[in-house]
């Protein structure tokens, strides 16, 4: 498995890992396009949302929790933040291991895209 992200999660590959749990783990990404700039991914190589099946709402559920944790330890709860998760092509998915980015400590753009 060459999947960066598996790697990061096994701890193969170092990241700043601010999370971790049965069945997700955050850290921040490599890139920041923002002043708090974290992603969640699932344990479980998933390439995408397209890849959860409906017997792994667990980890859909422990995915969406985690980005309320993220929220909490990074101080951005109150101030807002926002979530992308980029998908396939279109969405202009670059790392096929399923990630959500949560974004803030700064208003975003008003629009999205
Ligand atoms: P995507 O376009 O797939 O939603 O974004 C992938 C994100 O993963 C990018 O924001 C990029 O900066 C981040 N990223 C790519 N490789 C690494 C890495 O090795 N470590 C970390 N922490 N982030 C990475
Ligand atoms: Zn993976």
Redesign the pocket.
Known sequence: MHC?FCK?VSGE?P??VLLRNEHVCA?????P?APSHV?IVPNKHLASIEAISAAEADIAGALLLAVKDIAHLEGISESGYRV?V?TGEDG????QHL?I?VLGGAPMQHQLG
């Not at 850290?27 to 890139?31: E, G, L």
């Not at 202009?92 to 790392?95: L, Y």
């Open positions: 960066i990061i590959v990241g700043h850290f921040r990404d490599v890139n396009v992603l992308i980029n202009h998915q670059e790392v990630h980015h």
